[in-house]
């Protein structure tokens, strides 16, 4: 019998990939020596804010945490795989209806497990610009520690020495150091608010997409249920032949047209605002609006060259890059993923 574990043998560009490309595959998907099991989970989440800045400290730990969030769901993608391929090897030697169907929702809960692993992708855009926000914030980090070691040498001479030269040198050099600073924060602000719009906008189309595609599958998986013949036989009694072939495969072949089809602007579930909701939201846009009316803000984030007090930290990902130099090494003991067997001919 044709048993199949996939659902497309070729694999063409659905018009959702044409309208937004794919990413480029997860770094989380490498062969790691932690990767597995809740030890590197609990390594990376208590590492995560241990070392860097003070002010990175706890983003950095949430990338971490998003990091083994992520490696969570590359094994339920695995495993799901793995499952609708058990699922189809178990219903080969039942009853023709049983046998057919389950060969089917195989090619269904295997297409679920891709669609998983699709979606580690395209989280991972979320997490790395999450991540590029821990990285401005600790290149901001020195131009605050400079402000407060020259406030705190003002106070330590004032106290010592109050008739010092060097309080009038230390002073002018604090201004300079006041107005870097106003511009290091005013660019952290400004990148914070633009990288989290960003990075959550990733997160949620890629789990619109991804929860609609599979309530797609779900409801195409309830129609083969319908071609097994449920009604109780008396023993000895023999069932009619099964004649459910074609149905089954015309299922899968709608099935896949709707994943192959399905863009964003058709999407079945959609938020609607109350109209409350919509009047506030409306108001806050409105508000928004008028306050940057007239105003131009294209140089107010230019980069500071004059080396003084906004030291980028070389070392920020230091950690994480060593983490991934180790999960490159340990990547050819690592198991291979995705189909582990092709369709094969009737």
């Not at 971490?64 to 590359?74: L, T």
């Not at 009038?168 to 290091?184: D, F, G, H, T």
């Not at 249920?225 to 036989?233: A, G, N």
């Not at 070392?315 to 092709?342: C, I, M, N, Y």
């Amino acid at each position: 019998m044709h048993r199949t574990y996939s659902m497309r043998q070729s694999r063409a560009p659905t018009a959702s990939q044409l309208q937004n490309p794919p990413p480029p595959p997860s770094t989380t998907k490498a062969g790691r020596l932690f990767g597995k099991g809740s030890f590197g989970h609990a390594l990376r989440r208590n590492a995560g804010g241990a070392f860097g800045p003070d002010l990175a400290k706890k983003l950095a730990q949430l990338v971490k945490m998003e990091k083994n969030v992520m490696r969570s769901m590359e094994n339920v993608a695995k495993e799901r795989m793995e499952v609708a391929q058990q699922l189809s090897v178990w219903g080969e030697g039942g009853d023709e209806d049983v046998s057919d169907v389950t060969d089917k929702l195989g090619v269904l809960l295997y297409e679920i497990g891709e669609l998983e692993d699709q979606y580690v992708d395209r989280y991972d855009q979320y997490r790395v610009t999450i991540k590029s926000i821990r990285n401005i914030e600790a290149s901001v980090q020195p131009s605050r520690d400079r402000k407060q070691k020259i406030t705190d040498q003002i106070a330590q001479l004032k106290y010592k020495e109050p008739n010092s030269p060097k309080i009038v040198v230390l002073e002018q050099e604090l201004v300079r150091a006041e107005a870097e600073s106003l511009v290091a924060e005013a660019q952290l602000s400004n990148i914070t608010r633009e990288k989290v719009k960003a990075a959550y906008t990733y997160q949620f189309d890629a789990l619109r997409e991804h929860c609609e595609k599979v309530a797609i599958i779900a409801g195409y998986g309830k129609h083969l249920l319908e071609l097994i013949d449920d009604t109780p036989v008396t023993p000895g009694e023999t069932r009619a032949a099964y004649d459910g072939y074609e149905a089954s495969k015309a299922i899968i072949q709608d099935c896949e047209d709707a994943l192959t089809n399905w863009v964003e602007s058709n999407a079945v579930v959609s938020s609607k605002l109350s109209t409350r909701s919509r009047t506030l939201s409306q108001r806050r846009r409105s508000n928004i609006a008028a306050r940057n009316e007239g105003h131009d803000l294209s140089t107010q984030d230019a980069p500071i060259n004059d080396g003084s007090s906004w030291v980028a930290h070389r070392d920020v990902d230091s950690e994480e890059e060593e983490e991934d130099r180790l999960d490159s090494d340990a990547g050819h003991h690592d198991e291979s993923r995705g189909r582990t067997q092709e369709p094969l001919a009737a």
